[in-house]
């Protein structure tokens, strides 16, 4: 089994950038894919990013150009750059990690981008 932990969510202004970390711990060889999920109040949970172990990256459109996912394999970690936040990325986001079939989740960090 796999332990998830997200950090780095917080209040920032619009425009401004924050950086989400997680880190997998636990009875882990090697994950597989790594990514965001993020959950905005009243809405459905909605993929952000997400990078395989070989670093190929995919990014929902409302992100791209803003957002950079990156992973340290070695460390167990996936991280996520955050640029140019705008109001509506004020979520919780959820780092999930797949392994040997079974998608784990952490209990997410809250983003909230308000001046």
């Known amino acids: 089994q796999a332990q998830l932990v997200e950090s780095g969510g917080g209040l920032v202004q619009p425009g401004g950038s924050l950086r989400l970390s997680c880190a997998a711990s636990?009875?882990?060889?090697?994950?597989?894919?790594m990514g965001w999920h993020r959950q905005a109040q009243g809405k459905e949970r909605e993929l952000v990013a997400f990078?395989?172990?070989?670093?190929?990256?995919n990014y929902a459109d409302s992100v791209k150009g803003r957002f950079t996912i990156s992973r340290d394999n070695a460390a167990n970690a996936v991280y996520l750059q955050m640029n140019r936040l705008k109001w509506d990325d004020t979520a919780v986001y959820y780092c999930?990690?797949?392994?040997?079939?079974?998608?784990?989740w952490g209990k997410g960090t809250l983003v909230n981008v308000s001046s």
């Open positions: 999930y990690a797949n392994l040997n079939g079974l998608v784990y």
């Open positions: 636990g009875s882990i060889f090697s994950l597989n894919t």
């Open positions: 990078i395989s172990r070989g670093g190929s990256t």
